[in-house]
């Protein structure tokens, strides 16, 4: 069973730093591009970020590029969204997907003073 | 960017009924169209890829058609367990998402 679970979130004053984790379970996480996704309070949808399964390739969303890295471990099995120059408007639930047919839970990050 | 404009934004309809929600995309997608489900404090559900494929496990009440660009969701059949938000996404390009349909029941 695919199993993604994400962690790392939290409550910060803007301008911090904050690191997610995505750990990957129950298929070869070294074959598949990620993504993640994040979902503002009471709002819609919006993909931030996608690697390639070896790493090769990023994508971003102009609204993080610049601040925000994707990166993975694929020995360890995990997915990373590193967050740099937080704003109030990057306050939204995160999510990390394998193909867009599995879905992590979600982790909160908040960015208020 | 694509944008994905989706209508409507909310939608009552009785058990038993049929509905249809709509995504027309800024150009055409060719056919890069998915559908999700998300029920309140819940990831978003995998429902329909490539437009008219449904996902494994989704109920066949579910289907969607469409072309270019015009996409369609439609819900045989209404059953209570589908109250929820759904949101259809294009990954023809960089993935861009409707801004989604509020479903209850009436």
């Known amino acids: 069973e695919v199993q993604l679970v994400e962690s790392g979130g939290g409550l910060v004053k803007p301008g911090s730093s904050l690191k997610l984790s995505c750990v990957a379970s129950?298929?070869?996480?070294?074959?598949?591009?990620m993504h993640w996704i994040r979902q503002a309070p009471k709002k819609g949808l919006e993909w931030i970020a996608l690697i390639y399964y070896d790493s090769s390739n990023k994508y971003y969303a102009d609204s993080v590029k610049g601040r925000f890295t994707i990166s993975r471990d694929n020995s360890k099995n995990t997915l990373y969204l590193e967050m740099n120059s937080l704003r109030s408007e990057d306050t939204a639930m995160y999510y990390c997907?394998?193909?867009?047919?599995?879905w992590g839970q979600g982790v909160m990050v908040t960015v208020s003073s | 960017d694509i944008q994905m404009t989706q209508s409507p934004a909310s939608l009552s309809a009785s058990l038993g009924e049929t509905v249809t929600i709509e995504c027309r995309a800024s150009e055409d997608i060719y056919n890069g169209l998915a559908w999700y489900q998300q029920k309140p404090g819940k990831s978003p559900q995998l429902l329909i890829y490539?437009?008219?494929s449904l996902h494994t496990g989704v109920p066949s009440r579910f289907s969607g058609s469409g072309s270019g660009t015009q996409y369609s969701l439609k819900i045989n059949s209404l059953q209570s367990e589908d109250v929820a938000s759904y949101f259809c996404q294009q990954y023809y390009d960089y993935p861009t998402f409707g801004s989604g349909t509020k479903l209850e029941i009436k």
């Open positions: 997907a394998k193909e867009w047919a599995y």
């Open positions: 129950g298929f070869t996480f070294s074959s598949y591009g």
């Open positions: 490539n437009a008219n």
